[in-house]
């Protein structure tokens, strides 16, 4: 028997192209509220489903922090990039929840652009 559950770190919707410089523009809004801004700056990479935040130091290279999987326009779930395993790991959101805002996911990712 099958049993069909939902993975929130499984699927998405695939972001259309018309729609990367908008949540580029969401990002680097929220970015400038930011404490850390602009000694630390994001790069955002979009492929598929995924939007990545990257964020690099004093024109460095980019360093992973994050990657978000798109469901809907306000709906992200989100993996934390672990550079203990280089790898991105599922992670919920500051409220408990598996899905979030563009906005929470950079708050969250942020914890290494803070002292």
């Given at each position: 028997m099958k049993v069909w559950c939902f993975d929130p770190q499984a699927g998405g919707v695939k972001i259309?192209?018309?729609?990367?410089?908008s949540i580029v523009d969401?990002?680097?809004?929220?970015?400038?509220?930011?404490?850390?801004?602009?000694?630390?700056?994001?790069?955002?990479?979009?492929?598929?489903q995924f939007c990545?935040?990257?964020a690099f130091e004093n024109g460095e290279e980019a360093?992973?922090?994050g990657r978000l999987r798109h469901f809907a326009d306000k709906r992200w779930s989100l993996a934390f990039y672990a550079y203990s395993t280089m790898s991105y790991q599922p992670c919920v959101f500051s409220n408990g929840e598996w899905?979030?805002?563009?906005?929470?996911?950079?708050?969250?990712?942020?914890?290494?652009?803070?002292?």
């Open positions: 259309s192209p018309d729609k990367f410089q969401q990002a680097v809004a929220h970015e400038r509220e930011q404490a850390w801004y602009p000694k630390f700056k994001l790069k955002i990479r979009f492929k598929g990545y935040l990257d360093s992973p922090i899905f979030g805002t563009l906005e929470d996911a950079i708050d969250i990712c942020s914890v290494y652009l803070t002292n």
